[in-house]
């Protein structure tokens, strides 16, 4: 081969290897964080968040405001079972926080656990605590950000999203599994700087986590035996068994649909799987660079995350599941209604 041809082959490489290279404008580490031993008087949640399958906007400018609190209270995870649950943002799995690839966050958070309701005071294990939080889209120092903070407390620190994809928040206090099992999990969207390839007609976020729980009284609680053992008695997708099924997501035939899938756990792996269609594309962890093509499923550990885009091909309804069929049997199962 010609001296001329290799030349021009080697900066088409270096050039398509640029272009996923590391960002010098990457920002590592952040100021210290702050501890106030003040609660927060505002107990709104601020920011680009939603709930459930809803994807948030993300906000304009290069530093982002978010806020949410810890609080205990009585969740339903289906009409037959609710249990006093620790919570980001008053529900289980806690808001869906999405910004862009390079903003700042500057966020929040205090600590509510000593904040009780007569409804709560049923319950034997209702007492403050300590709580944290620690977001897998940061590259900062987790001693000083993820740091526990007292019942009353507030925390601020930033941090700057340096990568793109779909990540997972939790609490980090230990015992992190019981903290987890209580509830205190949830998933950041970071957006590619350009966005992703393909403009999609309809967007969902779909959380899977395990509940591990025991009947007491009228109520649930949380079972770390179970846990431990990795025997989950449901696992739900954003939090409620089944919940798509009985109001399924909506698209249209042909439309091009995009899930923002994240595997909570907190112990479990997932297969997840649409019936009726192939993944077009799949960005594993959400992350552009990170690109399968054709798939039929989709395997995501505790704490991984995925972007799957895919076609309804017809009118008619689609299942989508953990085909880990036990899983899927335990509430891991939902529907998208093509029209």
């Not at 700087?193 to 007609?201: M, R």
């Amino acid at each position: 081969m010609k001296p001329i041809i290799i030349c021009i082959l080697a900066l088409v490489i270096t050039s398509c290897n640029n272009k996923h290279s590391v960002d010098s404008k990457m920002q590592y580490g952040a100021p210290e964080a702050k501890v106030e031993s003040t609660v927060n008087k505002d107990t709104a949640v601020k920011g680009p968040l939603s709930y459930g399958a809803i994807i948030p906007q993300a906000a304009d400018g290069d530093t982002v405001e978010v806020k949410f609190d810890v609080s205990h209270r009585l969740v339903s995870i289906s009409p037959d079972i609710s249990f006093l649950a620790w919570t980001f943002g008053n529900t289980i799995p806690g808001p869906v926080l999405k910004v862009r690839q390079g903003q700042t966050v500057k966020f929040s958070m205090t600590d509510r656990s000593n904040q009780s309701t007569p409804a709560m005071d049923m319950f034997v294990n209702n007492m403050p605590m300590q709580h944290s939080i620690d977001f897998h889209a940061a590259m900062v120092n987790p001693e000083d950000k993820y740091r526990s903070i007292q019942p009353g407390e507030t925390i601020h620190f930033q941090w700057t999203a340096n990568y793109p994809g779909v990540f997972m928040y939790h609490c980090g206090t230990p015992m992190v599994l019981l903290h987890m099992i209580y509830g205190m999990i949830g998933m950041v969207i970071v957006e590619p700087k350009d966005g992703y390839p393909d403009k999609a007609d309809r967007e969902y976020a779909i959380i899977q986590s395990e509940f591990y729980l025991k009947k007491k009284g009228d109520y649930f609680v949380p079972d770390t035996a179970s846990a431990m053992k990795k025997q989950p008695v449901a696992v739900a997708f954003n939090g409620r068994i089944g919940q798509y099924l009985v109001h399924p997501l909506k698209a249209k035939a042909g439309e091009r649909v995009r899930f923002y899938v994240m595997n909570d756990g907190p112990n479990n792996a997932t297969n997840f799987h649409v019936i009726g269609t192939i993944f077009d594309k799949v960005y594993l962890d959400g992350n552009p660079f990170n690109e399968l093509r054709g798939m039929q499923s989709v395997y995501l550990g505790p704490a991984s995350g995925a972007v799957v885009e895919f076609i309804l091909p017809e009118k008619g309804t689609y299942t989508f599941v953990d085909h880990s069929f036990a899983d899927a049997e335990l509430g891991a199962k939902g529907e998208i209604k093509a029209e």
